[in-house]
T-cell receptor
Framework: AQKITQTQPGMFVQEKEAVTLDCTYD???????LFWYKQPSSGEMIFLIYQGSYDQQNATEGRYSLNFQKARKSANLVISASQLGDSAMYFC???????????????FGKGTKLSVIP | NAGVMQNPRHLVRRRGQEARLRCSPM?????VYWYRQLPEEGLKFMVYLQKENIIDESGMPKERFSAEFPKEGPSILRIQQVVRGDSAAYFC???????????????FGSGTRLTVV
């Protein structure tokens, strides 16, 4: 079973509108973290936002917010007021304990390609 | 405050040659992680190292791939006798510590794009 599922291979959004990118996860580790990264066409991985499994509040970072629904195991990224520069691949990732190695590991979803339309 | 530095940015190798990818972590970071990204895919974990130690290599192919993080100098990912299927983007990330928490942030380098011809 996939640990991180991003069901939207591609999304379109009108400039200045809000968009939600979906992410569901699967883990038995009670202490985990959820990340969103942006990968523009230039290729680098840019950290956007983090949500810890014990955080009571949904994370927000500027125009990015994370809609964390723990019981549903979902961690959707909401981008408000989309800009042309938001066009990129977006990856959801989960950090959980790899008990075999005794260390934390970051697992990525396959990504969603967001295109912002002027 | 240099970030994670990876070089080269692009690397072309013929089948059967060796590829060496370098990663210098952020200042103050002692943990290094290597990831591989195939076209149209997310990043896949390969190996996690601390200085002079391999902590978790559960994502490394059993043959031809090796990684090191010496006491001095960058971390090196080595691929021997490369094949076409090794063509991918290889990312390195570093972190200051390996415990849970908001600041347990992975800082990624810009990646090395390996093309095997």
């Amino acid at each position: 079973a996939q640990k991180i599922t991003q069901t939207q291979p591609g999304m379109f959004v009108q400039e200045k509108e809000a968009v939600t990118l979906d992410c569901t996860y699967d883990t038995s580790d009670p202490s985990y973290g959820l990340f969103w990264y942006k990968q523009p066409s230039s290729g680098e991985m840019i950290f956007l936002i983090y949500q810890g499994s014990y955080d009571q509040q949904n994370a927000t970072e500027g125009r990015y917010s994370l809609n964390f629904q723990k019981a549903r195991k979902s961690a959707n990224l909401v981008i408000s007021a989309s800009q042309l520069g938001d066009s990129a691949m977006y990856f959801c990732a989960m950090r959980e304990l790899n008990s075999g190695a005794g260390s934390y590991q970051l697992t990525f979803g396959k990504g969603t390609k967001l295109s912002v339309i002027p | 405050n240099a970030g994670v530095m990876q070089n080269p940015r692009h690397l072309v190798r013929r089948r059967g040659q060796e590829a060496r990818l370098r990663c210098s972590p952020m200042k103050g970071h002692s943990h290094v992680y290597w990831y591989r990204q195939l076209p149209e895919e997310g990043l896949k974990f390969m190996v996690y190292l601390q200085k002079e130690n391999i902590i978790d290599e559960s994502g490394m192919p059993k043959e031809r791939f090796s990684a090191e993080f010496p006491k001095e100098g960058p971390s090196i990912l080595r691929i021997q006798q490369v094949v076409r299927g090794d063509s991918a983007a290889y990312f390195c990330a570093s972190s200051p510590q390996s415990v849970s928490g908001r600041d347990y942030g992975y800082t990624f380098g810009s990646g090395t794009r390996l093309t095997v011809v």
